[in-house]
């Protein structure tokens, strides 16, 4: 089985950087993402890892470690608008399902 | 273009009657997936389809849920003789192929009275 864990919570300012992590157990994977999902709203893509390393994309920028089980999504040059819950998901090795964890909520105030 | 849409938005039906979700891809994506997200839970496989290939059903929780598709367009999810544990958000999601990005709808809100 696969078990995927997140912070349920965090909190930071406008204009600062945050660090999201994800840990997870699992047999085998075939890539990580990172969704964001607004209330209300449907999740969407920020990030892709198939390999170890650091994925950069604008102010988001996703790193892997698949010797450590561990993922982190950083964003910098913190606005309101990235005020949602962030989506940690392993793709299965077949390709045919995300397994999600719960997401973190990030709260971001001026 | 046009993103991935779910129908109705919003549904509310009494225990025991029959649902039925319907999800139109985005155009040209072979993969669709089902997923459902209970209050304060993370998201839920539920079923995968690719192609003309024999969908992936291993995520559907009770033969109660069944989806079909017809070749690379339109899918329904019916659940049948609904329960309120089923109360959920049910999202479609599509993509290119198997092991690509998923884009999702903006589901359908299912509130099971």
């Known amino acids: 089985g696969q078990n995927i864990d997140q912070p349920t919570e965090m909190t930071a300012t406008e204009g600062a950087i945050v660090q999201i992590n994800c840990t997870y157990q699992t047999s085998g994977f075939n890539g990580l993402f990172w969704y964001q999902q607004h209330a209300g709203e449907a999740p969407t893509f920020l990030s892709y890892n198939v390999l170890d390393g650091l994925e950069e994309k604008g102010r988001f920028s996703s790193f892997l470690s698949r010797s450590k089980g561990y993922s982190y999504l950083l964003l910098k040059e913190l606005q309101m608008k990235d005020s949602a819950s962030y989506l940690c998901?392993?793709?299965?090795?077949?390709?045919?399902?995300?397994?999600f964890g719960k997401g973190t909520t990030l709260s971001v105030s001026s | 273009g046009a993103g991935v849409s779910q129908s109705p938005s919003n549904k509310v039906t009494e225990k025991g009657k029959d649902v039925e979700l319907r999800c139109d891809p985005i155009?040209?994506?072979?993969?669709l997936y089902w997923y459902r997200q209970r209050l304060g839970q993370g998201l839920e496989f539920l079923i995968y389809f690719q192609g003309n290939s024999a969908p992936d059903k291993s995520g559907l929780p009770s033969d109660r849920f069944s989806a079909e598709r017809t070749g690379e367009s339109v899918s329904t999810l019916t659940i049948q003789r609904t329960q309120q544990e089923d109360s959920a958000v049910y999202l479609c999601?599509?993509?290119?192929?198997?092991?690509?990005?998923?884009?999702f709808g903006p589901g359908t809100r299912l509130l099971v009275l």
């Open positions: 155009s040209g994506h072979t993969a």
């Open positions: 998901a392993l793709a299965n090795q077949a390709g045919t399902a995300l397994i």
């Open positions: 999601a599509s993509g290119p192929g198997q092991k690509e990005t998923q884009y």
